[in-house]
């Protein structure tokens, strides 16, 4: 399976423009972890790793940390970006993971899973996961585009960012190679909560992390091009397409705004979706 992030020039793109991943959701995790696990924290994987923007948040919290992705060009942007002795970050699909039996106390998949051949991939993660280890599988709700204090002006430029997610993108959101489930714009939390089933007995869902991210318009329009939706849209168009429809989008937005400036700044709501799960 081709990652859909192989081209240097998406990784980099993903790389500065997509938002962070808070802090807080691995916060969530370890303290749902050490409920009833007290031995050492010795190592973590993140699988799925990108470029190593939900790895960084492990830090400090195990003594080794391995980050796997299918895409080399993430994993070369990933060793760029945290470059740490505690830290490695490897080649590797998420259904054969480089890692011994037994050895790990959390595996950490930040918005990636809707990827992968998930039976599979749990069978690797309780091969791999100490008694009372936890998985952690998390996305996050695409971003509700507002204006400080203008609820018209809100809806008018909200409505066009999702003008595009659901219209102009709507053929060429994702569907897992495995299951055949659509990977859309709207449906990712019903996905990640429903439809995947943890492997483990014991789980919760947390769903208070979220934060609001100030950005310019600019910044908005290059995050809409790092979706995979976007990307797909690139390689079947061409990057002329994907150029016109980001310079469209901003024309749009500026003009709802009544501003000439694409570095007006709006804000973001960005939600998230925890799904923890223990194996016994």
């Known amino acids: 399976m081709k990652s859909i992030w192989s081209a240097t020039s998406e990784v ?4 500065s423009k997509r938002p962070e991943h808070p802090p ?3 916060d969530k995790v370890l303290s749902f972890l050490q409920k009833k696990y007290s031995g050492p924290m010795s190592r973590a ?8 923007m939900s790895t960084c948040n492990l830090f400090t919290k195990f003594d080794n940390i391995l980050g796997v992705d299918l895409s080399e060009a993430m994993i070369e942007q990933a060793k760029k970006n945290f470059a740490k002795d505690s830290v490695e970050f490897k080649v590797s699909g998420a259904e054969s ?3 011994e039996d037994c050895s790990v106390q959390t595996v950490l998949v930040g918005r990636a899973i809707h990827y992968f051949d998930q039976k599979t991939f749990f069978g690797e993660v309780n091969r791999i996961l100490v008694p009372g280890g936890v998985l952690a599988y998390y996305s ?22 999702w003008e595009y997610m659901d219209t102009y993108l709507e053929k060429y959101w994702p569907r897992n190679a495995f299951d055949g489930e659509l990977i859309g714009s709207r449906n990712r939390r019903d996905y990640y909560v429903n439809v995947v089933k943890p492997p483990f007995a014991e789980t919760e869902v947390d769903e208070t992390v979220s934060y609001d991210r100030e950005v310019t318009l600019a910044d908005l329009a290059n995050e809409l091009d790092t979706y995979s939706a976007a990307v797909k849209h690139r390689e079947d168009k ?3 397409a994907g150029d016109d429809m980001i310079k469209e989008f901003l024309r ?7 501003v000439d400036s694409d570095q007006k700044k709006v804000m973001t ?10 194996k016994c």
Do not use: W
């Not at 980099?12 to 790389?15: A, I, L, Q, R």
């Not at 994987?45 to 190593?52: K, L, M, P």
């Not at 939600?271 to 223990?278: K, N």
């Open 12 to 15: 980099t793109k993903y790389s």
């Open 24 to 26: 807080a959701i691995v």
């Open 45 to 52: 994987v993140d699988v799925g790793c990108g470029t190593g």
């Open 97 to 99: 993971l480089p890692v």
């Open 140 to 161: 996050v709700h695409f971003p509700t585009v507002f204006v400080h204090q203008d609820e018209e002006k809100s809806k008018l430029v909200n409505d066009i960012f």
């Open 238 to 240: 061409g990057d002329k």
């Open 252 to 258: 749009k937005a500026k003009e709802a705004l009544g």
């Open 269 to 278: 709501k960005n939600s998230f979706y925890v799904v923890m799960t223990r």
